[in-house]
């Protein structure tokens, strides 16, 4: 499928080729990134209406590793936050050291309540000079988190990665600054702190919980299902290099039939991250799949983690 | 992001605004953006095709004649028939007919993958949170240390907040009467969830009709008499309640029977949670005052466990 529109503010880039000797890992900072024509759309709509964009989708279908490539391929600073159960809304914006202040005045060396300021993601992204200084001019000058420090324009990419393990109240706690694109620093300096360029924000999740509804009405959504046979390919491709004798489509049929196994148990279905892990397996053992019993125990471990096999889950 | 207007949903000004900037002028893109953006009931759709219109007569019948009655065939009495057949005669239902192929391993159909009855990819944040109890494990209360700090005490020990926690385990006493048949895949599946929530030594315990007459640890194949949880480990109940049991069955708990057995749980300080596969109305007023009842459901939300801890924080 391809769509006829105008890609100025976002063009996918194509996935390099033979990146063979930096593919063995889980790679989150976008430089191999395999976009298709629906992806790119989606993203643009996200970039035309200034909206957050939600991925949802299995685990390991590349959800946390799209906004590290759309900040690669554009060239903007890109920032993330994981979050936890115990991640509150404010650590977006940012966070005060309690402990360290309550140390300090103990040892009698207590400072102004600003120094006590951590800007978060979003501050640095919505205003670095500002974060730089914690709010205030003249204030000593912190390192900018940036993951991307070539990149060093006034746009920016956030990721929110796996905002379903938040307490359900932290999505909605994060609607006003994310449409307003301003926050005021209650802690210290009152400090208010204003996005000149909307930063494009992407948060994920793996619908572990539902998400409010009111939430969801603010975002352009997008799931990510697992790549048919032909993406699956083109990912291994831009991993690898091209397919010289038949592995990928043989590990690929070899993961069709695991997958009819491990449906009928209900257990979760084998990602694209695991169908790397057996191809790269492959390649350094010298096997290939079949009865040989190194792929088989490839197998087990790849695709069967220990443990994993009585786990009862609907994929 | 729609800067100046934080409390905008997304809807058909997004639209508008991304087929604008994206310069689209093909209606199918259009209609695909609409679709992203979930406002595709908003889209113009060509109107199906009009049927020809009925031609009418210039002044329509008030009362249209009914139709002609059926003529009835007579009755046959088949007391007094007698059947004429020759006796090669075979009757229709008794022609043959090919076999159907004995079951092999290539004919028969694989299993139908198991459908829990909870939405899958949420159970674990349902189960953690339903069984959770209130620990003093979170971040520091900053409101007690102030507070402390103010009236010039010295802070010894750092309050913390209150956060649900598993610590405490949990007790799980499934139901094996027959209210519970056509749910004991169910129940097995939810009982290793259970296990991976809240750890391997779960103690699981099996009864019918209700745990006072005695339960069974199938781990370690012995019956043993019922023994309520230390102070404060909640106790998870795979149950209906009985809903399901034959109402003539004379051996059923009744309602005071089970509300007798929460009540003893309940004097120990134990919170009562119970994962029943009917609505909560079902289970009675006299019951669901003393346990939290998790509707065990595919409607099940977390926001609904929420509401229903909050209705049972009266009896924890």
Same mark, same amino acid.
């Given at each position: 499928m391809t769509y006829d529109y105008d890609r100025s503010m976002f063009t996918a880039p194509p996935p390099p080729s033979m990146q063979v000797d930096r593919s063995r890992r889980d790679r989150r900072d976008g430089t191999i990134y395999v976009w298709t024509p629906d992806l790119e759309l989606v993203v643009n709509i996200a970039l035309a209406t200034e909206r957050p964009l939600l991925v949802r989708g299995p685990?390991?279908?590349?959800k946390s590793s799209l906004a590290a490539s759309l900040a690669r391929a554009q060239g903007w600073r890109y920032y993330e936050e994981v979050v936890s159960?115990?991640? /509150?809304?404010?650590h977006f914006l940012w966070k005060f050291e309690t402990l360290k202040r309550l140390s300090e005045a103990q040892a009698g060396g207590v400072k102004d309540p600003i120094h006590y300021v951590e800007p978060g993601a979003l501050w640095w992204a919505f205003d670095p000079e500002s974060a730089r200084c914690r709010g205030v001019n003249g204030f000593r000058l912190l390192r900018d988190p940036?993951?991307?420090?070539q990149n060093a324009g006034a746009r920016a990419v956030v990721l929110i990665d796996e905002?379903?393990?938040?307490?359900?109240?932290v999505p909605n706690n994060l609607l006003v600054p994310l449409g307003s694109l301003e926050f005021t620093v209650?802690?210290?300096?009152d400090a208010i702190v204003k996005a000149s360029v909307p930063p494009v924000v992407v948060i994920t999740t793996n619908d572990e919980r539902e998400l409010p509804g009111a939430f969801l009405r603010r975002c352009v959504v997008i799931k990510l299902d697992p790549p048919d046979r032909a993406t699956l390919q083109r990912i291994a491709e831009a991993h690898f290099g091209s397919d010289t004798d038949g592995l990928y489509d043989k590990v690929a049929d070899a993961m069709d039939a695991i997958a009819v196994a491990k449906k009928a148990r209900a257990l979760p279905l084998p990602s694209t991250a695991e169908f790397l892990d057996a191809i790269a397996a492959c390649r350094d053992l010298n096997v290939t799949p079949g009865t040989h019993p190194t792929w088989q125990a490839i197998e087990r471990a790849v695709f069967f983690k220990p443990g994993m096999q009585d786990e009862p889950r609907n994929a | 992001m729609s800067r100046g207007t934080?409390?905008? /949903?997304?809807?058909f000004a997004d639209l508008i605004k991304a087929v604008e900037r994206l310069r689209v002028r093909d209606v199918a893109l259009v209609r695909r953006i609409a679709e992203v953006l979930q406002v595709e009931a908003l889209v113009h759709k060509p109107a199906p095709p009009r049927q020809a219109p009925v031609p009418r007569s210039p002044v329509p019948d008030p009362k249209p004649p009914s139709p002609p009655a059926p003529v009835r065939e007579p009755l046959t009495d088949f007391r007094r028939s007698t059947i004429t057949r020759s006796r090669d005669e075979a009757p229709a239902f008794a022609a043959p007919v090919p076999s159907l192929p004995s079951p092999t391993d290539e004919t028969n159909e694989p299993p139908l993958p198991f459908q829990p009855l909870f939405t899958p990819s949420w159970t674990r944040a349902i189960l953690s949170l339903s069984l959770a109890t209130p620990g003093e494990?979170?971040?520091?209360?900053l409101n007690r240390v102030v507070e402390r700090a103010s009236r010039g005490e010295a802070v010894t020990r750092l309050p913390r907040r209150l956060v649900p926690t598993l610590r405490k385990g949990v007790q799980v006493l499934v139901d094996r009467g027959a209210g519970m048949v056509p749910f004991a895949r169910d129940a097995d599946a939810l009982v290793r969830e259970i296990v991976l929530v809240a750890g391997r030594e779960t103690p699981v315990l099996h009864f019918r009709g209700l745990p006072l007459n005695g339960v069974v640890d199938l781990k370690r194949r012995i019956e043993l008499e019922y023994a309520v949880p230390p102070a404060g480990v909640p106790v998870a109940l795979i149950t209906d309640f009985g809903i399901g049991?034959?109402?003539?069955?004379?051996?059923r708990p009744t309602s005071d029977d089970w509300v007798e057995f929460l009540r003893s749980v309940r004097r120990t300080d134990s919170s009562l949670i119970a994962f029943v596969p009917?609505?909560?109305?079902?289970?009675?007023r006299s019951i669901a005052a003393l346990v939290t009842i998790i /509707?065990?459901?595919?409607?099940?939300?977390l926001t609904r466990i929420r509401a229903a801890l909050h209705r049972g924080w009266s009896h924890r």
């Open positions: 685990s390991g279908t590349g159960s115990t991640t /509150e809304a404010q940036n993951r991307f420090p905002i379903d393990k938040a307490d359900p109240d209650t802690d210290a300096s | 934080p409390d905008a /949903e997304v809807g494990h979170g971040p520091v209360d049991v034959d109402p003539f069955d004379t051996d009917y609505p909560r109305h079902r289970c009675g /509707e065990w459901d595919r409607r099940t939300t």
